[in-house]
């Protein structure tokens, strides 16, 4: 099938089901951009998440594993371990990633799991209707926080990529956006270096991308993406928070 | 080739699983399994397999679920409590078509329970281990001899159906020494390359492992492709062994540990002349029927036996159809019945001799 100039070649032709103004697909370009510049098509196995982008095998022309909420760091630490070889990698919401599998992300990461993570955080569950997530913000109101999540009842927003740089076996945890040109650019610089620390062998890899939920945020798309960079980044600051030796 | 050692059955087990071309193993600690890890732990470093102690029984069944994708033959193995967290996986597994092998040494319960032998598991063995339209293939060993074989042969229907199979024991097959022989080991690297695994798109196609289907006309079509594999395997995989059948008025059916004590008892009613056999279902699913229906033209009775409240006693009670009657004798929360009592059961159903 011919592609359109300037297209991933690791995407396939599908239209995105994304909504209007939702980051999630240009999270996807990057991945695939960079899954072609490293020349990884034939080598690659994504795991799929449950969430907005469990969908995400229809889009990215590799070897693809739907994994159940939250366990696609488990279900990858089976696929490498079965093809140290090749390069996996998963894509991760924050209610699939933060929530119900705290517990597979951190053991994966614990262990040096040679697999690297994409975990795209919109503050919210996008798919099930706007739900309040561990990572949603003080006072940001869901539909199961509709005066404003309180942390005194639902605890704190929650930090996964600092907690992650504890752990002796990942290698390299980043946080980017993905507000504006430059923010991207740098958002695809931390993922191909995420994805060279795999092949490298230097342990596990996470980038989190911030990213928008313009339809359960209650926004218009530019709002939302205001919004973002105004709310989230102060709870999230961006930047390299762990690096190996060596790494620039 | 043709030497007997005598080996625990839970050891035994996991020399099957290496001598099938098994390769990894992802499990969470739990009684009174723990010998099976343990060895492989131990011997997978000489074959080059994985071993991973996985953070919980979710993770473990997750981990078999990306390996089976990958193509690999791959075991898990756990207890009750164990299995009810492997469901997740399971159900997952089953969905995208992919083989596995599952060990389940069961114990009482429900809950924290207790570790000594129950059979209390067969619902969610045969029935409902988790969500939606499906059946696992349940293989149930009687001794540790039965338990190798069906572990090497459990790998292998595993692939023919690209269905998970789950081998039912309890404490006493996991725990006990009995001389096992073994069968010629195979070599993974022998073994037909799957096609539809995951292992890097090169020069073909990309491949999906996928268990979700939004459209109902399309799950409905998946589920009833599911359906007709569990109809071949109904035709195919039926196994079961018969004991003093010929000349019996009474039938009982049994399997597992329990039809090793039923056995005793039906030699000593036999003394006593009683009229007693054994029909002992090794495969659960797919359940030996036929075979109970057609001899229910002949015989008098059924008395089953389990150690549980009664589970299995409802599928040997539709196989009879009415015919004759079903007794049921169990024993629960981890007692054992004793061949006495069974005899006790049969001398209520057969009368004073
Ligand atoms: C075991 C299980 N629990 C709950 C759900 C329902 N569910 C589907 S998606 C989702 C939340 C996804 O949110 P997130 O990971 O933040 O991704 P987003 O949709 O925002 O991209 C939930 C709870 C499920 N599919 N499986
Ligand atoms: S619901 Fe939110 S996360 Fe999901 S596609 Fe729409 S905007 Fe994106």
Redesign the pocket.
């Known amino acids: 099938m011919k592609k359109v100039a300037g297209y991933p070649d690791s995407l396939t032709d599908k239209q995105f089901h994304y909504c209007p103004g939702c980051t ?1 697909g240009i999270i996807h370009r990057l991945v695939a951009e960079v899954i072609d510049e490293l020349d990884l098509k034939e080598k690659t196995i994504g795991v799929a ?6 969908l995400a095998y229809e889009y990215f022309d590799v070897d693809m594993h739907e994994a ?3 366990r696609a760091p488990a279900v990858a630490t089976g696929i490498k371990r079965v093809h140290p070889d090749k390069f996996v990698f998963t894509y ?9 599998g705290t517990a597979e992300i951190v053991h994966a990461a614990n262990r040096g799991e040679l697999i690297s993570t994409v975990f ?3 503050a ?5 209707g706007g ?1 309040m ?1 561990p ?1 949603s913000l003080e006072g940001q109101r869901t539909t199961t926080s509709p005066f404003g999540r309180d942390v005194k009842e639902a605890g704190f927003p929650i930090k996964m990529s600092e907690m992650l740089t504890e752990l002796d076996g990942s290698a390299y945890i980043a946080r980017v956006s993905v507000h504006d040109p430059k923010h991207i650019r740098k958002a695809k610089k931390a993922i191909k270096k995420s994805f060279e620390i795999q092949l490298e062998g230097k342990g596990f890899s996470l980038v989190e991308v911030l ?1 928008t ?1 313009p339809t ?1 945020w209650g926004m218009k798309p530019l709002d939302a993406i205001e919004w973002l960079k105004n709310n989230m980044i102060k709870t999230y600051p961006l930047g390299d928070l762990k690096t190996p030796e060596g790494v620039e | 080739m043709g030497k007997k050692t005598l080996m625990k059955g839970n050891e035994a087990i996991a020399e099957a699983a290496i001598r099938a071309g098994c390769r990894y193993f992802f499990g969470y600690p739990i009684t009174p399994q723990s010998e099976l890890p343990a060895y492989l732990a131990r011997k997978f470093p000489e074959v080059g397999g994985t071993f991973l102690q996985a953070e919980s029984e979710v993770a473990a069944s997750n981990m078999v679920y990306g390996a089976a994708g990958a193509g690999a033959r791959v075991l898990t193995s756990s207890s009750s409590p164990g299995i009810s967290l492997k469901a ?1 996986g399971i159900s997952y597994i089953a969905g995208a078509e992919l083989p596995a092998v599952i060990i389940n040494i069961m114990r009482g319960g429900p809950g924290l329970g207790t570790i000594q032998p129950s059979q209390a598991d067969y619902f969610q063995a045969t029935k409902g281990m988790a969500h939606g339209d499906f059946y696992l293939t349940v293989l149930a060993p009687s001794s540790v001899q039965e338990a190798v074989d069906l572990t090497m042969d459990a790998f292998d229907i595993a692939d023919k159906y690209r269905n998970p199979v789950l081998i039912v024991g309890d404490g006493i097959i996991g725990q006990m020494m009995e001389p096992v022989e073994f069968k010629d080991p195979i070599d993974p690297d022998d073994l037909p390359k799957k096609e539809w695994a995951t292992d890097g798109a090169k020069g073909r196609e990309r491949n999906i492992i996928n268990s979700l289907a939004l459209d109902p006309h399309d799950l409905e079509d998946h589920n009833l492709k599911l359906k007709a594999k569990y109809d071949r395997m109904k035709e195919e995989e039926v196994r079961y062994e018969e004991l003093y059948t010929e000349d019996a008025d009474i039938i009982i059916v049994a399997y597992g540990t329990t039809a090793r004590i039923a056995t005793s008892a039906i030699e000593m009613a036999r003394k006593d002349g009683y009229k007693v056999g054994l029909i002992r279902p090794i495969t659960l699913f797919p359940f030996p029927s036929d075979i109970i229906n057609e001899t229910a033209d002949r015989v008098e009775n059924f008395l089953t036996v389990e150690m549980s409240l009664g589970q299995m006693v409802e599928d040997v009670k539709l196989a009879v159809s009415g015919k004759k009657p079903v007794h049921f004798y169990g024993r629960t929360g981890g007692v054992v019945p004793s061949p006495e009592e069974i005899v006790e059961e049969i001398e209520k159903i057969g009368g004073e001799r």
């Open positions: 999630h998440p449950v969430g907005c982008s469990v159940s909420h939250g991760q919401g924050d209610g699939d990633l933060a929530s119900i795209v955080n919109n919210i569950y996008g798919m099930t739900q997530a990572t990213s939920c359960n | 997740e």
